[in-house]
């Protein structure tokens, strides 16, 4: 008798806890829906039709005055136009690191540097790019010169027939 009675104790345990378990996913579920539904309705509610505004064309007339619609590096009427970078020579090179370096005319330099007044904004294999007076040049690196130049024998001097 004492172990029917345990059996069936242990059965009731049993069922409880499962019942509480099976319960406990449920609410989890609904949740989750109830999550899945609110998200989704913040979805719906934020997704607004895209309108197109046109914008009439401006053009500035004020005689003598800088046009405000236009950046600030322009070459001005009457000024001297820019004639190049200042005369730098790349002598060697060092890309491809965390910090990329080059010396320039006797000078170690890296990116953001300044050099005669020439910003280092880029530094790979094939050279340095710099930004002078509002334009980008690149300086190109020796062994990039070097192989050009061995291209331009390689190709002149034969004879023809």
């Excluded at 999550?35 to 914008?55: D, S």
């Excluded at 009457?78 to 970078?85: D, L, Q, V, Y």
């Amino acid at each position: 008798m004492r172990s029917l009675k345990r059996i069936n104790l242990e059965l009731i345990i049993a069922a409880t806890i499962t019942l509480g378990l099976a319960r406990g996913e449920l609410l989890a579920q609904a949740q989750d829906l109830e999550t899945i539904k609110k998200i989704e309705e913040q979805e719906i509610i934020t997704k607004k039709p895209v309108t197109i505004v046109k914008r009439p064309r401006v053009e500035y007339k004020g005689e003598g005055l800088r046009d405000p619609f236009r950046g600030r590096i322009e070459t001005r009427a009457g000024a001297k136009a820019s004639s190049g970078p200042p005369p730098l020579t790349v002598q060697g090179v060092i890309w491809g690191t965390s910090l990329p370096q080059a010396i320039i005319s006797g000078k170690v330099v890296k990116i953001g540097d300044t050099i005669e007044k020439a910003r280092i904004i880029d530094i790979t294999k094939e050279g340095v790019t710099i930004f002078y007076e509002g334009q980008q040049y690149t300086l190109s690196s020796p062994g990039i010169v070097d192989m050009k130049s061995q291209e331009k024998k390689e190709k002149g001097g034969q004879d023809e027939k």
